[in-house]
């Protein structure tokens, strides 16, 4: 909400102190939710400016002297040389040239294809366990001999990415600000997004790493998943009966109940053609409920910019 880090650090004072007022009276899922949009809608947004205590002497006199220091190249100082497309340059050594940019407004210019399958892992995601050389997300069904199926999801994870507000791939809680991707039908209106929201530096890997959101991929992949073969006939979890993974399209209540979730929001069929990807930055989202109280994901508020991700 703001990029004055003292500033900052007193509006999550803020939030954590309206949350603990909350928490007596409001269901726990909700608790966060309510007090960080009380902060971004009507603290933040109205422009008011939260007290701060005296700052150190030491803290004071070092950012004195950060403004005072002089720049290191006056205006019209040393200046980065221009680079020429289509010429060479001396960092790139012989043969290799500086690409001329396409115009960044054109309607036939395409979002750039990535293509680094194994692309660095994030500070936040270090300690996430690795297949491959890919962060296995939290959200993803984990196998008992130590790989993940990315094509299923862990349906208790799922929930409670969706309520307790965690990030689909570390599974740490959300910042005030989060990233939802998604196609075509979840951007418009009326949509909702079924895959939960990440944290900005999570979003960045899995847009590379993810072959589908990255655009490598032009169909869905077919086959049987790995839950359904031989790797998820055991459980990882010691001890539990439950005779391996069995494929399911069922929606689990908060009271236990099961229903069928509906065809429209399913996962594409295997084989289906892949869509475009977009990524929605927002402050925050409410969750998308049935008449019925069935949980579907959520809808994203306080948009501040959506972009395209890929296109097949």
Known sequence: MSPDPDIQAAWDDAEKALAAMLRPYVQAHLVEDLARRFVIEHLSAGGWRPPLGTLPDVIRAGRLRALERPREHPPDGPQEPQETPGAPHPAHGVGRTVPALTDPHSPTRRPPLMTDP??????????????GGLVAPWINVQLADGGVDFRQTNGTHWR??????????????????????????????????DEPALHPECAAYAMRACPMVAGRMTHYRGGPALTEGPRGAVCPIPGCDCDGYVPTEHVLHDDGSHTTRPA?????VAGEPAHPWFAVYARSYRLAMTPEGQLLGGVPYGVLRTREVSRP
Do not use: K, M, S, Y
């Not at 965690?166 to 949509?191: E, F, K, S, W």
């Open 118 to 131: 194994r692309p660095p892992i994030p500070v936040r995601l270090a300690r996430r366990p690795t297949t």
């Open 160 to 193: 409670r990415a969706w309520t307790e507000r965690r990030c689909q791939t570390c599974g740490q809680h959300l910042g005030l600000l989060l990233v939802l991707i998604g196609g075509p039908n979840q951007i418009a209106d009326g949509g909702h997004f």
């Open 264 to 268: 429209a929001e399913r996962a594409p």
